[in-house]
């Protein structure tokens, strides 16, 4: 593939199903066309689920991430990783959903918390990449990703699961306008992972204190203030995000992907540099399930 074929992935893309290809789809969007971007709307989609709270101080409480932030954040990706590279119902992709539900069934942990964290990684993303991308999505594509996370939603046991982008993306600003507070616990969670990311590339090529303020740049005023972050200057957030845009129009100069780029094989996870097995990502609590938030036959 040439430079000429930058649209092969999208034609590719254009005759597949949305809805019974929906997850190859979603594989090619995460793995060819803009793996740069789904992993930082990724990032940014964890802090938006520490500005809740409920969600903030139960991750605090764990300690996971304030201890542990590197690990944490790097099962948490391979685990959603799973659900990509993996078809849902094999082997490798119930595992990973009998991981999830293991760790969430150890908590009391309501629908509606559930369903905006499944909420930020279809809109988060989407927003995302039509704003930063090389190209936006289109509805087709869009389809396909609400689709796939649709059926991911219904095997992690949650319950009304949106089954359009319309539908997510209300819930999603309705929830965020009702329920984004400050908390100790959200707060600290937030600092843990942002004094992280200031170690991923090219972050750790600045200082510390100006990689935060250019990663706090990226974040909307509603989520700063839940967790009391002070935003940068006007013209701070104007060039990052000029800068953001700017290299999404290079990168459509760029021939297209020809090998996967997997979540696993991003520079950003380091915690297994000799391999990993699904079944052992995560955590393993041992108080008795509260909460049962489904099977992966479900």
């Not at 995460?30 to 990724?42: A, V």
């Not at 309501?110 to 990449?129: C, E, F, H, K, Q």
């Amino acid at each position: 593939m040439g430079a000429r074929n930058r649209y092969h992935w999208k034609r590719t893309i254009d005759a597949l199903d949305a809805q019974t290809q929906c997850q190859e789809i979603v594989r090619i969007l995460h793995f060819h066309e803009f793996p740069w971007d789904m992993f930082q709307s990724g990032a940014l989609a964890q802090f938006r689920t520490f500005a809740v709270p409920t969600i903030g101080e139960l991750l605090a409480e764990t300690a996971e991430y304030t201890e542990h932030t590197q690990k944490r954040v790097d099962d948490t990706a391979l685990i959603l990783g799973t659900f990509i590279e993996h078809d849902l119902d094999s082997e490798v992709g119930r595992q990973a959903f009998r991981r999830l539900n293991h760790m969430h069934g150890a908590y009391e942990i309501s629908n509606d918390d559930m369903l905006y964290t499944l909420a930020t990684l279809v809109v988060g993303p989407i927003r995302w990449v039509q704003r930063y991308g090389w190209r936006r999505v289109s509805d087709h594509e869009i389809t396909a990703m609400v689709n796939h996370m649709h059926n991911v939603g219904r095997r992690m046991g949650i319950k009304d699961v949106p089954t359009t982008y319309g539908a997510f993306e209300r819930f999603y600003d309705d929830f965020e306008a009702t329920h984004f507070a400050y908390s100790a616990g959200g707060a600290a969670v937030a600092d843990a992972t942002l004094d992280l990311m200031t170690t991923y590339p090219p972050n750790d090529r600045l200082p510390a204190r100006l990689a935060k303020r250019l990663a706090r740049a990226v974040m909307d005023r509603r989520l700063a203030d839940a967790l009391h972050y002070r935003r940068p200057t006007a013209l701070e957030c104007a060039l990052v995000d000029g800068a953001l845009r700017l290299r999404g129009r290079v990168v459509r100069f760029l021939p297209p992907r020809t090998r996967p780029l997997r979540t696993s094989e991003l520079p950003y996870i380091r915690t297994y540099p000799d391999g990993y097995r699904v079944d052992e990502l995560g955590t393993f609590p041992r108080s008795c399930p509260v909460r049962h938030v489904g099977d992966a036959s479900a």
